[in-house]
């Protein structure tokens, strides 16, 4: 078969076989040799939670299956329809339409793991956590960046629970003295990177990243002049020399109180993450409360494939009585505007379903261009369905404001560096043309590309609308540091 | 249908159409008009070439059978009025007629007017039917070849990736004179759009002559415009007068990319597309085709575009039931109109010219039309 005709459920395949042969390795040098995996090293969680906690590992490896066989890419009812069209669907790449459902499940397995193990330092929970997220990356979350993104926040979520009271528990002194005791010792400890002395002022113009510790000399050298940057991919202790216990081989370093034992952090990693779980289960709701700014009588809204966040978007504008006219394309070769023009339709919203071949013909009456989310960008660039930037560059000639509906769980650390090819995934051209033409020795040797994404840059976006409210694509990057640690942003590889 | 279009013409069966003419008062037709009125409709001729030489060929036919009547007083007036306009109007009614045809109908009704008043009728057949077929080998075939030569010179020798849109006549002949006769080696990436999948015809005819291609949706154009693509050529169904072109929908969005990353867009066009109309943008003279054709999700045909036939076994589709939904519509659009900057070069088979230049060679095609009105009273 030809290299570039490689089917999904191949690689599935492919995948499922490699992932039982490292379960069978796995289980040998488990019984051959028996050093006790620490959770001091990312690489060993998976042995780790084998031999401590056989419960949590088997809903890992569930998890992974499902992750890797795609089940998470339509809500129940569609995946029942898909097994009863059978091969007529499989052609058609689902491509991660309940995404929030993945978001959700995966919560939901970090808090499964967290809650009842047997870690005992921060600095073992977030290895654990960095372990969880590799794990869940090779399992097919680089399609899903979501899944990336949520292990992430919680490690930000962790880190920022640790550093905020570094007590060590059971002692019985006085509270009060205890936190005057500790406010001195942070304050003397903690310096500005200007190197000022610490001021209301400054903390408060201060990046939190910005903000380092100094140590005691015998601890490391090049430790306490370690700056934090803000940019990606900082080489967070990559010169570590010590030989201090608890630095894992990727060599995150993290800061010394992390190593204490706290007993507190659990019920506050808990309580963080409940905090995620409901804003993943208000996401929509927030979302639409800003539907009524945005929509306004008599407009015509242009919008592209299918997306769940659009679509209850307009259902909500709907819902508040305004009336306007939808537009979508139809994105082929996935079609999914057809079934979006057809939700809408039943909803009551006056809908128009075109070819994405007359969007630049019929751009010059559209008012406004809602493009639906698969990954918000450090820059502000946004990856959507392929075929929407063909949509945002005729928008942008026609000066009509392209607006993004996404979740915040969309937000990845990461720059397009790759450009167009940034979270992008060329899936099987059967759907382009169908299978049987291959066979004609003449067009057997023509090339078929389809990719699933596409790369929009910041400039030519004008508003981003998300929980949290509305933003400029030139403020993304700032929202970044409120969710994510720096240390945290190189990709789960 | 959707009341922003409302103004434009819709698509029409054959059988009203048929009952309508009727009902007017011409003589019974002959088979030869509803004949190539059903190949209009049923899309199986397209492009402004093949519907302008296909009615120049039904025209002659038409003309050979024809004689004016013993009573008539000025043959060509009969001509006129019980030959060329029923026909023209009949064929219009089936599906809207293209620059392309009108212009040859405006140069056949010319050289009608023409003909000395005392000619004899076969003599004047034979006029008539020598003009038609030296504006189809001056204008169409000829203008064809010396496009091939312009647009040609500007392929370079090795290496280039040339994207086509669509199928365009003009277009595949440059690329295979190219390829076949002046041995140039470069890959050319076929870009297609629904519903008529017309690239797929330009997909065969290329991969048959050797030439290595790609082929991808209008979707996937983004992801590789600016990896590999070095020109981009494009047919055209008119040229307006303002430099913008009248071509395939899809064709502004291909242009579109193109200009923003920096690619020249040549346009190869003949002279005798060009029209003297004005638009600024896609809406204002277009045409609607079948809306089921929006419905019918069916990406794997091959072949001759084809639409949906009922005959052949259909898989479900989303919006198979869209009629029953009030407040779902259907669009389809046939054409759309580039700007005029997002054109480099307009080919044409007097040369390259910028897009800015087609108003001076229309004035210059049609020196007496334009010249009486210019000059009136001087001389």
């Not at chain 1, 129940?76 to 499940?105: H, I, K, M, P, W």
């Not at chain 1, 996401?283 to 306004?296: F, R, S, V």
């Not at chain 2, 575009?305 to 779902?328: A, T, Y």
């Amino acid at each position: 078969m030809p290299p570039f005709l490689a089917e999904r459920h191949h690689c599935h395949h492919i995948a499922l076989f490699t992932f039982h042969r490292s379960c069978q390795t796995t289980v040998t040098t488990m019984t051959s040799d028996n050093p006790p995996a620490n959770l001091d090293d990312p690489q060993n969680v998976r042995r780790w939670l084998q031999s401590n906690h056989p419960k949590q590992f088997a809903l890992l490896d569930n998890f992974e299956i499902e992750l890797r066989l795609g089940r998470f890419s339509s809500s129940r009812e569609g995946s029942v329809a898909a097994g009863a069209q059978g091969s007529s669907t499989s052609s058609r790449y689902q491509y991660g339409r309940d995404r929030r459902l993945v978001t959700t499940r995966t919560v939901e397995l970090l808090r499964a793991i967290i809650g009842p193990t047997r870690w005992k330092t921060a600095a073992q929970l977030l290895t654990l956590l960095r372990g969880l997220g590799n794990e869940l990356h090779a399992a097919g979350g680089y399609r899903e960046p979501a899944i990336g993104n949520v292990v992430r926040r919680i490690m930000y979520a962790v880190r920022d629970e640790a550093d905020r009271v570094s007590i060590p528990t059971s002692s019985g002194v006085d509270d009060m003295e205890k936190i005057d005791e500790l406010t001195e010792h942070v304050s003397s400890k903690l310096r500005v990177s200007a190197g000022k002395e610490l001021s209301l002022a400054s903390m408060l113009w201060a990046h939190p990243q910005h903000v380092t510790m100094k140590h005691s000399r015998q601890q490391s050298g090049d430790y306490s002049d370690r700056l934090r940057s803000d940019s990606m991919g900082s080489e967070s202790g990559g010169n570590a020399t010590s030989s201090i216990d608890g630095w894992d081989a990727n060599g995150a370093i993290y800061p010394p109180h992390f190593y204490s034992r706290r007993d507190d952090l659990r019920q506050s990693v808990m309580e963080a993450i409940q905090e995620m779980m409901s804003e993943l289960e208000d996401l929509h709701k927030n979302i639409n409360e800003q539907a009524t700014q945005h929509i306004h009588a008599g407009e015509i809204i242009l919008t592209y494939a299918l997306s769940k966040t659009v679509e209850l978007f307009l259902k909500a504008a709907a819902a508040k009585k305004r009336k306007f006219q939808v537009i979508v394309c139809e994105g082929a070769p996935h079609f999914g505007g057809h079934s979006m023009a057809k939700s809408l339709a039943e909803a009551g919203i006056d809908t128009t379903v075109i070819h994405d071949a007359a969007t630049f013909a019929i751009m010059a009456r559209v008012n406004k261009v809602l493009l639906p989310a698969h990954a918000v960008l450090a820059n502000g660039g946004l990856i959507a369905p392929s075929g929407s930037n063909m949509v945002a560059l005729a928008a942008k000639q026609n000066s009509v404001p392209v607006v993004t509906v996404a979740g915040m769980f969309k937000l990845c650390p990461m720059y397009p560096h790759e450009g167009q090819d940034t979270l992008n995934d060329l899936i099987s051209p059967s759907s382009v043309i169908d299978y049987s033409l291959m066979g004609d020795p003449v067009l057997s040797g023509v090339e078929l590309i389809n990719p699933v994404h596409d790369y929009i840059p910041p400039q030519l976006i004008d508003l981003y609308i998300t929980n949290i409210g509305g933003f400029q694509p030139s403020y993304i990057y700032r929202l970044l540091a409120e969710y994510y640690h720096s240390d945290d942003w190189e990709a789960f590889e | 249908m959707v009341s922003l279009f409302s103004h434009l013409p819709r698509p029409k069966i054959p059988t009203d159409v048929h009952h309508h003419l009727s009902s007017l008062s011409t003589p019974s037709l002959h088979p030869a008009i509803p004949t190539l009125g059903n190949l209009y409709s049923t899309h199986a001729l397209l492009g402004g070439n093949t519907r302008c030489r296909a009615m120049l060929q039904t025209f002659a036919l038409l003309l050979q059978s024809y004689s004016p009547p013993p009573t008539s007083r000025d043959y060509r007036h009969d001509l006129d009025h019980s030959l060329l306009k029923p026909s023209f109007q009949y064929w219009t009614m089936c599906r809207p007629h293209s620059v392309s045809m009108g212009n040859a109908f405006s140069f056949l009704k010319l050289a009608v007017a023409n003909l000395e008043r005392d000619l004899e009728w076969d003599v004047a057949r034979g006029i008539l039917l020598e003009s038609m077929e030296a504006y189809v080998t001056e204008r169409i075939d000829y203008a064809g070849k010396a496009i091939s030569r312009h647009a040609g010179s500007k392929i370079q020798e090795d290496g280039d990736v040339i994207l086509v849109f669509g199928r365009s006549e003009v277009v595949n002949r440059l690329l295979l004179d190219a390829a076949l006769v002046e041995k140039k080696v470069f890959r050319v990436i076929v870009v297609d759009s629904r519903p008529l999948l017309e690239g797929r015809d330009t997909l065969q005819i290329l991969s048959r002559a050797g030439i290595s291609c790609t082929y991808i949706l209008l979707n996937a154009l983004s992801y590789l415009m600016m990896r590999e693509v070095t020109k981009v050529f494009l047919g055209a169904s008119a040229l307006m007068s303002n430099g913008s072109v009248l071509s395939r929908v899809g064709t502004a969005c291909v242009a579109l990319l193109a200009q923003s990353n920096h690619i020249p867009v040549l346009v190869c066009c003949e002279t005798y597309k060009i029209c003297n109309r004005v638009q600024l943008e896609s809406i204002t003279g277009n045409e609607l085709g079948d809306a089921d054709d929006v419905a019918c999700t069916d990406c794997e045909r091959v072949g001759p575009s084809n639409r949906c036939s009922s005959d052949r076994e259909r898989k479900e589709e989303v919006l198979e039931d869209w009629k029953n939904q009030p407040n779902l519509k259907l669009l389809n659009l046939i054409y759309d109109l580039t700007p005029s900057d997002f054109v480099t070069g307009v080919v044409t088979e007097v040369g390259i010219l910028p897009p800015t230049s087609v108003a001076v060679l229309l004035r210059e095609m049609s020196p007496q039309e334009n010249n009486e009105s210019a000059f009136k009273g001087t001389d």
